[in-house]
């Protein structure tokens, strides 16, 4: 029988593994839309506007290490 994991978190730590991730996630689908967007010109300029995301890319980016350095 597997034994169970009992995860004993704090909500800060909650909310700045929670951030870690929505930021990776963030930087992640960016990569994702930039790289389809080389590879077939077109694909993703008509539904997401790439020049007005990576500003809020790098805005969420820095807000997180603003935060990550304040906790650290």
Do not use: C, W
């Not at 995860?7 to 593994?17: A, G, I, R």
């Not at 994702?32 to 008509?46: C, H, N, R, T, Y």
């Not at 990576?54 to 990550?68: A, E, R, S, T």
């Amino acid at each position: 029988m597997a034994s169970r994991k009992i995860l004993n978190m704090s909500p800060l730590q909650f909310l700045k593994s929670f951030l870690y991730h929505t930021i990776f996630s963030v930087v992640f689908l960016a990569l994702i839309l930039l790289i389809a967007e080389l590879l077939v010109p077109g694909s993703v300029l008509p539904f997401v506007d790439l020049v007005d995301l990576l500003p809020l890319v790098l805005g969420v980016v820095f807000v997180g290490v603003i935060v990550g350095r304040a906790e650290g």
